[in-house]
């Protein structure tokens, strides 16, 4: 009786690791509905989670505490350095985000006012809350503490469109004219300043780097006056489609996941993966896998999601016998792919929406077959290397009763209302997320287990507050971007050089492609990265000369922009999953890139066959249309198992290097679009998997 009176004297009193990290994940940014506030996912060092009934157990692996996770983040993640708010002042704060959260839903939904005045309040609003959370420079970890200069640009940098807004009627008639007046001007560089100070804050560097770039050769080729006004006064600027789509969509959609957070359903997905796959070889590796994929539905944050399910399975996969590094990076990988999952993948896909002139609906319907391509990449990985250690999956006592779960089936209702509202198109993408929150809220007052409150409730609108911050700041800059190259037709420009230097090859044209999104994607928010790219590498992808569809081009830029949460040197996502696992940063990060290699290939499959996006020719009859999603499907799964087999070396033995070249371009071949290349594919791997399945046998049977 004392050791269960001390369970849950434990989970009721949370240590101070636990505290400090709650305190960072509520003062995060588009990280935080999915750094849920509980007790039962922050672990302490040495503490793992029985996923039967989420009671601790006695230390038996080694395992980074919630500040060990907090350390790594600070270090490398502007996002988690927030300023420490105690007492009045943080209740005020919270306050201020609470209404925040509260008018961005009041005004999806009802406000009729001009774009020029939702905006303007917008994101004004967004810089008082940002610079009350960020701070000046890492490492401030002084309470109550805001400088007489952060008070100074925080007022005067909301002040100009406070401003706007109130006049916005007025301005708007006076069309270019107002940049003749030095006042509206001045407000004008100030508002803008201030927004990119608080994106070096909040985001970081070198979005800024492309933003001051594209700055100074906008006003070197434009005049001075008309730069101002294009940026700041029109909807081409700061005002144009990322942040308009932020304002109407992304916000209440964070919103929405900050309160599914709070009914448990990370729990519930944990162990509803526990019961598909707990007790198959190296089962906590392949839990890992699919929890975060499921938990990548609710939100479409990598390294929220890393820490949220990681903090379960990664003691359990190092507890079966993975390797330290490998555990962070499978779940650095799966977390990942959270933002490619449908229905609710990352910010981003909302923008491809816009972009792409589709409804949200299609989005997600094309992004079904390269997820699952993805995870089950992941999952043959993992799978292959269990069978290579000789690892089991967990005893039956371990996992938890389907009969337990069947009656928590409750928990996934608001995300089936979310999916249907959203794909009969009956109604907006907004009213359907509101709807979602209220459905949301009647689950979470039904679940005993987990009850949500009134405080949870307060809770969750103010990680939505605050979760929108970096997000909103990304696409304010990102509309800089679209309005600089607007303004100076340098789009037009750029398609010329690539065309050139890829000599009209979409191949290397891709591959350019691919490059800039990682290398920009390493330092900037997925959001960012995907609007930037979509105004200048997309249109060169999609021009004649190039041929890539258009919609394929948009996928190619956003699956690219996502990945460069596991790329080495910047991999936010391997490092939060590497401080969990207590292994080498770096090394976790090669192992999640090596793991995700379906990330890699599988948009440049897309590019030259639509088909896997479920985009055809016109005309294409019904039957025509099955054979070859069918035949796609097939090939792209045994391509992904090939190639994931000769990355991996096992193969019911260890193959040699031979073997595994030939297994990777086997696996090529069959992911390459083309019948022939698909045959030659599929017999060097079937030929190569039947030489190791009988060399394995008759080894086995000699022994």
Avoid at 469 to 497: D, H, N, P, Y
Avoid at 558 to 587: C, E, R
Wanted: proline share 5%; glycine share 8%; charged share 15%.
């Amino acid at each position: 009786m004392r050791r269960g009176k001390t369970r849950r004297t434990r989970r009721q009193n949370p240590t101070a690791g636990q505290r400090r990290l709650r305190r960072t994940a509520s003062g995060g940014a588009a990280r935080v509905p999915q750094l849920k506030e509980t007790r039962e996912l922050f672990l302490e060092k040495g503490d793992a989670m029985d996923v039967k009934d989420n009671k601790t157990l006695e230390p038996e692996v080694d395992v980074g505490t919630a500040a060990d996770v907090e350390e790594v983040m600070k270090k490398y993640d502007r996002e988690s350095n927030v300023r420490v708010w105690e007492g009045m002042p943080k209740t005020i704060v919270r306050l201020l985000s609470i209404i925040f959260s509260v008018y961005c839903i009041w005004v999806t939904l009802f406000s009729v006012a001009i774009p020029e005045v939702k905006l303007n309040v917008f994101l004004g609003s967004i810089l008082i809350l940002g610079y009350l959370n960020f701070p000046i420079r890492k490492g401030i970890t002084k309470v109550n503490h805001m400088p007489w200069y952060d008070i100074l640009i925080m007022v005067a940098g909301a002040f100009p469109f406070f401003y706007f807004a109130y006049h916005a009627k007025d301005i708007i008639k006076l069309a270019t004219r107002v940049t003749k007046d030095p006042f509206m001007v001045a407000i004008a560089i100030i508002g803008v300043l201030a927004l990119m100070e608080l994106c070096r804050r909040s985001v970081g560097i070198p979005i800024l780097c492309v933003v001051g770039c594209l700055l100074i050769y906008t006003f070197m080729n434009v005049r001075f006056g008309k730069v101002v006004y294009d940026l700041f006064y029109t909807t081409t600027g700061l005002m144009n489609t990322p942040i308009n789509v932020c304002a109407k969509y992304i916000v209440v959609f964070i919103i929405f996941g900050a309160f599914l957070e709070r009914t448990g359903i990370s729990a519930f997905f944990i162990n509803l993966a526990n019961c598909v796959a707990g007790s198959s070889a190296g089962g906590p590796a392949k839990v890992a896998v699919i929890s975060s994929a499921l938990c990548g539905m609710v939100s479409g944050s990598s390294v929220g999601n890393t820490v949220t399910t990681g903090s379960v399975t990664i003691p359990m996969m190092k507890k079966t016998g993975y390797q330290p590094q490998f555990a962070g990076a499978v779940e650095a990988a799966s977390s990942t792919g959270g933002q490619i999952m449908p229905p609710i993948m990352g910010a981003a896909a909302f923008l491809m929406a816009e972009y792409m002139g589709i409804p949200y609906a299609q989005v997600a319907l094309k992004a079904i077959l390269p997820a699952v391509l993805y995870f089950t990449g992941i999952y043959i990985a993992v799978h292959l290397e269990a069978k290579r250690l000789g690892l089991r999956g967990l005893s039956k006592e371990e996992l938890p009763k389907i009969k337990n779960l069947l009656p928590k089936l409750y928990l996934l209702l608001p995300l089936i209302i979310l999916v249907v509202m959203v794909s009969t198109n009956m109604y907006t993408m907004q009213f359907s997320a509101s709807v979602a929150i209220g459905i949301t809220i009647l689950v979470g007052l039904v679940n005993k287990d987990d009850r949500i409150t009134l405080t949870k409730c307060l809770d969750a609108l103010e990680a939505g507050g605050k979760g929108t911050i970096t997000v909103a700041v990304a696409c304010a800059m990102a509309g800089l971007v679209a309005g600089c190259i607007t303004s100076t037709g340098l789009a037009s420009k750029l398609i010329t050089i690539i065309v050139n230097v890829s000599g009209g090859h979409a191949i290397i044209a891709l591959a350019l492609t691919m490059l800039c999104c990682i290398v920009l994607g390493m330092g900037v928010p997925t959001t960012a990265n995907y609007c930037i790219m979509a105004a200048t590498c997309a249109p060169i992808l999609m021009s004649p000369q190039i041929g890539i569809p258009r919609v394929c081009a948009h996928f190619f830029v956003f699956y690219f922009g996502i990945v460069a949460d596991i790329t080495p040197p910047v991999a936010l996502a391997a490092y939060a999953g590497s401080a969990i696992a207590k292994a080498p940063p770096m090394k976790t990060a090669f192992n999640a890139t090596r793991l995700a290699i379906a990330a890699f290939i599988v948009p440049y499959i897309f590019a030259f066959s639509p088909v896997m996006l479920f985009e055809f020719e016109a005309g294409t009859s019904t039957a025509m249309i099955v054979l070859q999603v069918i035949q796609i499907c097939i090939t792209s799964l045994l391509g992904i198992f090939g190639v994931a087999a000769a990355l991996n070396g096992f193969l019911f033995r260890q193959m040699n290097p031979i073997f595994r070249v030939l297994m990777a371009l086997g696996g090529l071949g069959m992911m390459i679009p083309g019948a022939v290349s698909d045959v030659i594919g599929l017999v060097v791997v079937g030929g190569i998997y039947a030489y190791q399945f009988f060399a394995a046998k008759k080894e086995k049977a000699m022994a």
